[in-house]
Nanobody, 120 residues
Framework: VQLQASGGGLVQPGGSLRLSCAAS????????MGWYRQAPGKQRELVAT???????NYADTVKGRFTISRDNAKNTVYLQMNSLKPEDAAVYYC???????????????WGQGTQVTVSS
């Protein structure tokens, strides 16, 4: 099982970016998918999660600005980020709690991270 994240880049404050993360490999089912971020010198923190049924949860710092969504048919999770601030700059990681990879047990799989830079 692999998670491939994409969509990061450099954006000016107030701008927007859309991150994508696709899970591939032998996958039986995907439960919660989410996005986390880690800025230099800080711990990794939750940004947003979404269940297989579409229930979303957001960190207070991104509520109203970020929107998480998923396409279950494509095993893909998205993060639409609007009104970006310099403090949103970080490496963004996707995570999927899924059954696959040859086992029926549920494990959390991480993507490789994609850099988001917010600067003028």
């Amino acid at each position: 099982v692999q998670l491939q994240a994409s969509g990061g880049g450099l954006v000016q404050p107030g701008g927007s970016l859309r991150l994508s993360c696709a899970a591939s490999g032998i996958i039986f089912s995907i439960n919660t998918m989410g996005w986390y971020r880690q800025a230099p010198g800080k711990q990794r923190e939750l940004v947003a999660t979404i269940t297989s049924g579409g229930s979303a949860n957001y960190a207070d710092t991104v509520k109203g600005r970020f929107t998480i969504s998923r396409d279950n048919a494509k095993n893909t999770v998205y993060l639409q980020m609007n009104s970006l601030k310099p403090e949103d700059a970080a490496v963004y990681y996707c995570k999927a709690d899924l059954r696959g990879g040859g086992t029926w047990a549920e494990y959390g799989y991480w993507g490789q991270g994609t850099q988001v830079t917010v600067s003028s």
